[in-house]
C-alpha cells in the first residue's frame, strides 16, 4: 500500500469513526492510556511525546502486532489533547509504517514490523557444549594511567581551581546551535553523506587556513593539513607513524601525561628535560633524541611560554642534531601579557615541525575537533594510516565547525573567552598575591590557564589538596605530570577554566588560611622571629619616607614609596606594571596600611620586626606576612 | 564599555545619523560596497550574507582596525537593502565586539580585535640557520592499499552497481536534522559539555542496549558496550589489545581487505580459510588460531550467510581450541530471505565473542558511530585503550544518534531502508537471471547488499570492469578481496546500494551484452553446437506437455510445465518459491514462449538443439541463451 493510499485510507477509516452511528464498531486496547502517560510541563511537545510513547510501547511489544488501536477521537478524550494532536501522531505513525488503517474498521499496529529481528524468546535451541569463560590474552595491555587531574564529579565542588574543565556556561550555545542547524541543512546532508571517502572537508580546511593558522604565523596548503578526532589521536596518528622502540623522543618533565603514556605504550625510550624560565632546556642531551615533544605556548603543565631564543635554540638544534619536533600547542589563545611568539612551525624552514592544535578546549570536549600541520609527505602518510585505524573524523561535526568559523563565531568566542580567562587569571593572581605573600610562588608566566604553584618547602602537597578538597576547594596535584618518581610535593596547581571569577578570592583566602594552618610550626611567628621589634617611636622615626621593596608571588618586584604626608604609592615591575596609591600610619605600636585598590582596600595593620635592612611584617595574631627590605628614602 | 551601553550609544550615533543636518558628518569607506556583493538568489538570508561579509572583511583586514563604516542608511542604499536589515547586521556586530560605536562620529572596526594574533607581517626576524627540508624515518608505514571498490566519482557514473556507497536520496535528513536538534538544545549541550570525561552517553549505550541489540538476538549491560567513531575504529582497537606478531588470526578468503591490512599491520600471522557455500569453513587449519575474524551475517564479499550448523561448529571449535571470535556484523539488517541467524555473539557462552557492529551502513559515513559488543573485562581494556588513543566519539554526535534511536526513528528507517534493498535485490536478480541465463551464478545467498558473481571461466573480471565502466556501469573487481595472487580472474561483484531501482534492467541488459561479446569467441553457437536441431514438426511433436527444468543463476531449480493447451506453468526453488504462468507456441521452426510476469513480459523465440535429454535454446542471432533437462511429461 502506497502512503497515499494509506492516509486515503487513514482519513476514511476516521471519518467512519466520527460518525456517530458507527462509533460503536471502534474497539480499541483499554490499556493506551495507562501506556501513554504524558507529562505537561516537558518541554517536549504533546505531540512529541504522544508519538515516542506509542513508539516505545509498539517496539517493546506492550502494543503487539495487529493490535487495534483507539480511534483518533477517544485517544484525545483518554489523554485530554486536541483531537488534531493525535490525528497528526497517527498520520505520522502510519508514514514511518508503524500502524497501518483498515478500511472501515480502524487502526492497527502493523503486523510485519519485526521483520528482519531475532526475536529472543524463539531463538533456535543450540548444541553448543558447556562452555568456561575464556581467559583473554591481551596484548600491550595499557598500564593503568596515573590519578586524572581531577575528581569526575569536580563541578560539585564550591571552588574548583582546575584546568582544563569547563563550567558549561562559557559554551557558546547559540552560535554553536546556528553552526549546526546550518550543516544539518537538507543540501548540507546531501552534500557531506556523498563525500563517503576519507577526505575531510575542504570547507574546514579552509577556514583553519585562512582564521586560525595566521593567528599563528603559519601558511599551510591543504595537503599540509589533517583533521583528527581530538589532539589525542593527533598525537596517536603521529606517535603511530615515527615511533618505535628503536626511537628516542625526548620529553618534557614534568610534562604533558597522555603523551607520555602514549610514548610508552609505543615503547619509545624517553629523555626526560627539564624546564626552566624560559621552557624546554634545549642542551646535549636532546642530541640523542630522533624526535622531541614540547608545548612551547604554554607548557605542560607550568605554563611556561618558550622565548623567542629558546624557540630558535631548539630549531638549530632540530636542524643540526637531524630530529623533528612535535609542537603541541593546544591552548594558544590563553596569552594574556605581551603577543603570543610565533609558532615553531611558522620558524620552521627544515620542514621538522609537526604541529597539532585543537580549535578550542572549551568547543572540543563535546566536538573533537582538532588538526595536524606538517609537510605533505608526512600528512600523505598520516592520512593513510588515519584511513587504516579509523577513517575520517565525523563529516557532520567538521562542516559545522566549519560554519562555527566562517561565520565569525570562532573569533567573536575566542575575544570573548580571551576576556574572561583573562579576567579569572588576574583575579588568581591578585587573590594569591594578596593572601599568600613570600609563601609562594607562581614564577613570572605570560597566560595559560593554570598557575604552577611552589609553596613553603615543608608543604605536603598531596595533604593539601586532600584537606583542600574537605572544604570544598579543589586544587591538582602535579605527581602526574612527573616521570619520575622524585618530584617536588611542596607544589601544586590551581586553574581558572572552571571556577567563576566572584569565586576566586574566597576560595584563595580560605586555601591560603589551610596552609598557613598547615606549615604553621615551620613559619616564623612575632614572638620569634630574628631581629627587632619596631615600637611606635622607632616605626615614626623609620617609616615617613622610606621606600620598600618586596617580591610579588608572581616573581616581579613591587617598589612602595611611603610618604611623609601620609600618602603611599606603589609600583610592580613586569610586563604588566600596575601603580597604585594609598594611605598609611602608625597606631598602637603597629604599621597600618590601605591601598587604594591593591589588597581589596581593606585596613590592615602589621607589627614590623626589622632584621639588618630586612623588614619583616606580622599581623595581629603575630603570623608572619610578608617580608620586604628597606631601599633608602624616597627620591625628592 | 557592556553591551546595553554600546547598543545605547549606537542608536544615539544612528539617530545622529538621521538628522539631515548633522549627515555630512558621517565618512565611510568608498570600497564598503564593492566588498559586500549579495546573491539575492542565495538561500542564505540578505542579513546573514552582509554579516558573513563583513565579518570576513574586518578579519582578512579589509577593514582594518578603527576603520570607520558607512551609516546604516547609507550602506542600505548602497546595497538597495532595507535599512533595518542592515541595523540588524551592526547590532550583532556589536554585541559580538567587530564593531563599536563613538557618540556623534559613527560606527567603527573595534581597534583591539587581533590582539592574541600574530601578525604574519610583523614575525620577528629569527636567525634560523638555513634548514635543508628532513628526511622522514616513518616506522610502521601503511602498505599502500589495493585498489578501492570503485572510483571517487562513483556517482557519476549512469549504473553505479557498486556496494557500500549510497544514494544520498535514502539518507533519513527529515528525522536525523530533528535528531541533531534534540541534541542541540541548550539543556542537552550543557549536558555533553558537561560529560568531559571518557564516558560514553548513557542515553546512546541503553538505546543500543534495548533497540539494536534485541535485533540480533544480544543481551548486554552497559559496560560491556562501548562505542567507537566507526567500526573501522572498533576493528583497529580490537586488534591493538589482542595482536601482536606473536598471534594467529583466522580470516575469510576472500575476506574484508580493511581488516587484513589492519591485522598485516599489527604483524600477526594469517591463516587465510577458504568459504563455502554454508561460511566460514571450520577445519583443524583453525586449530593454530588465537583469534578468528568472521564475518557471519553476509560474508564479506561474497553475501554468503553462515547456517546454524556452521555457527554451532565454529563456537564448539573456538571452545575447544580456546580462541576468539570477532563478529563483524555490519549489515545485519539486509537479510531479505528467512529470517537472520541469531549472532554468534548470542549464542556464545564462554564470553569469547566480540561482537562490531554499527548503526547502519547508510547514516554512518558522516556520523561515524559504531559499537563493540564484549565481555566486560574486555570492553574495560578496550575503554583504557581508546581512552589512550583517541578519546571517545564525539558526545554530540552520541546523543544524537541517541535520540534517532529513543524517537523510534532508527527502526522507521531500518524498514524502509530493508525494502528499497529488497526490492533492488530482487530486481537485479530478476535482471541476471534474465539476462544471463547460464552465463553466471551468484550462488543461492539469502542477502547482503552485493552479488557475487562467477562469470564465465573465459572471462576477464578486470577487463570486463574497464569496458564496462566505458559505458557507465561501474561493477567492482574482486582482487582486493584475496589476500592470494591466486583468485578467481573471472568473478565480480554487483552491489545494490548505490543505484536506484529504475536503472538496475537496463544496466545489467547492457552488462549482459558486454559479456557475450567478450566470451563470444567461447560460446556455443546455434552452428557448431553439439546435438541436432529441431525442426517445426519435431518441436510439434517433443514440446507438448514437456516438463523442462533448469537453474536460476542464484543457484535454485526451476520447472516448466508446457501443457497442451499453450498455457505454461512455471515454479522456482529456494527460499522464496516463486510460480508464474505464460503460454507458448510454435512459430517457423522456433518454439515462443511469453511469461505473464517473468522475463518482463517479453515474447521470445528460440532454436531449440536437442543433446541427449539435454536442451539448448539459441536466440534468432544463433547465440546460445539457456540450457535445460527434459524431466519428461507433465503429469497428468
Excluded at 417 to 429: A, G, I, P, Q, S
Excluded at 598 to 618: C, T
Amino acid at each position: 500500500m502506497t502512503h497515499d493510499k494509506a492516509l486515503l485510507s487513514f482519513q476514511s477509516a476516521l471519518q467512519s469513526a466520527l460518525q456517530p452511528g458507527l462509533q460503536q464498531v471502534i474497539q480499541y486496547s483499554p490499556m493506551t492510556q495507562h501506556l501513554i502517560h504524558l507529562e505537561p510541563s516537558s518541554s517536549e511537545s504533546l505531540q512529541s511525546q504522544i508519538r515516542r510513547k506509542m513508539v516505545e510501547s509498539i517496539l517493546v511489544g506492550s502494543f503487539p502486532p495487529g493490535t487495534k488501536l483507539p480511534s483518533s477521537r477517544k485517544l484525545a478524550d483518554q489523554l485530554k489533547v486536541s483531537r488534531n494532536t493525535v490525528l497528526s501522531v497517527y498520520q505520522k505513525l502510519i508514514e514511518e509504517g508503524y500502524i497501518v488503517t483498515r478500511e472501515r474498521s480502524g487502526v492497527f499496529v502493523t503486523d510485519n514490523l519485526v521483520q528482519g529481528r531475532v526475536e529472543v524468546a524463539k531463538l533456535p535451541e543450540v548444541q553448543v557444549e558447556y562452555q568456561q569463560k575464556a581467559k583473554y590474552k591481551f596484548k600491550s595491555r595499557v598500564s593503568s594511567t596515573k590519578s586524572t587531574s581531577c575528581p569526575s564529579n569536580w563541578n560539585s565542588y564550591s571552588f574548583p581551581f582546575i584546568d582544563g574543565k569547563f563550567d558549561v556556561s562559557l559554551y557558546p550555545i547559540k552560535q554553536w546551535r546556528e553552526a549546526t542547524a546550518k550543516a544539518s541543512s537538507t543540501q548540507e546532508i546531501y552534500h557531506w553523506s556523498r563525500q563517503q571517502g576519507n577526505g575531510d572537508d575542504p570547507m574546514l580546511i579552509d577556514e583553519i587556513r585562512s582564521k586560525i593558522l595566521p593567528r599563528r604565523g603559519i601558511q599551510a596548503s591543504s595537503d599540509e593539513i589533517l583533521i583528527t578526532s581530538g589532539a589525542q589521536q593527533a598525537l596517536h596518528l603521529i606517535t603511530q607513524l615515527f615511533v618505535d622502540n628503536k626511537v628516542v623522543v625526548g620529553v618534557e618533565e614534568p610534562g604533558f601525561p597522555e603523551m607520555r603514556e602514549l610514548l610508552n605504550y609505543q615503547g619509545a625510550r624517553l629523555v626526560h628535560q627539564p624546564i626552566d624560565q624560559q621552557g624546554l632546556v634545549v642542551d646535549d642531551a636532546l642530541n640523542q633524541c630522533d624526535i622531541v615533544y614540547t608545548t612551547p605556548s604554554h607548557q605542560t603543565p607550568t605554563s611556561i611560554t618558550m622565548s623567542m631564543e629558546r624557540r630558535q635554540a631548539l630549531l638549530n638544534k632540530a636542524n643540526e642534531k637531524d630530529f623533528l619536533i612535535i609542537e603541541d600547542d593546544f591552548e594558544f589563545e590563553s596569552n594574556f601579557l605581551g603577543k603570543p611568539h610565533p609558532a615553531l612551525k611558522s620558524l620552521d624552514k627544515g620542514h621538522r615541525v609537526i604541529y597539532v592544535s585543537c580549535l578550542s578546549k572549551v568547543l572540543a570536549p563535546g566536538v573533537q575537533i582538532a588538526f595536524i600541520v606538517a609537510d605533505s609527505e608526512i600528512i600523505n602518510e598520516l592520512t593513510k594510516l588515519r584511513k587504516l585505524l579509523v577513517r575520517n573524523p565525523p563529516l557532520n561535526n567538521q562542516r559545522a565547525v566549519a560554519y562555527f568559523l566562517s561565520l565569525g563565531y570562532y573569533d567573536a568566542y575566542m575575544m570573548h573567552l580571551h576576556k574572561v580567562f583573562y579576567d579569572r587569571w588576574l583575579t588568581l593572581r591578585e587573590a594569591l598575591n594578596t593572601y599568600l605573600p613570600n609563601c609562594i610562588d607562581t614564577g613570572p608566566i605570560q597566560g595559560g590557564t593554570a598557575y604552577w604553584i611552589t609553596g613553603p618547602k615543608q608543604l605536603d602537597g598531596e595533604y593539601l589538596r586532600e584537606k583542600a578538597a574537605e572544604l570544598g576547594i579543589l586544587i591538582e596535584p602535579v605527581k602526574r605530570y612527573f616521570a619520575s618518581t622524585h618530584y617536588p610535593e611542596n607544589c601544586f596547581r590551581m586553574g581558572i577554566t572552571s571556577i567563576a571569577n566572584d569565586k576566586i578570592q574566597l576560595g584563595v583566602s580560605m586555601l591560603a588560611q589551610l596552609i598557613h594552618q598547615l606549615t604553621a610550626e615551620y613559619e616564623e611567628k612575632l614572638t620569634n622571629a630574628k631581629g627587632r621589634l619596631l615600637s611606635q617611636a622607632m616605626l615614626a622615626d623609620l617609616l615617613p619616607n622610606a621606600r620598600l621593596e618586596c617580591q610579588m608571588v608572581y616573581g616581579v618586584p613591587c617598589t612602595i614609596d611611603l610618604r611623609k604626608d601620609g600618602s603611599m604609592y606603589g609600583e610592580t615591575g613586569g610586563m604588566d606594571s600596575e601603580v597604585d596609591t594609598g594611605r598609611w600610619w602608625i597606631e598602637n605600636g603597629m604599621f597600618y596600611r590601605q591601598w587604594n585598590l591593591w589588597g581589596y582596600s581593606e585596613v590592615k595593620g602589621f607589627y614590623v620586626i626589622m632584621d639588618g635592612d630586612e623588614m619583616k611584617w606580622f599581623d595581629e595574631n603575630y603570623c608572619f606576612v610578608r617580608k620586604l627590605e628597606l631601599k633608602g628614602h624616597v627620591p625628592d
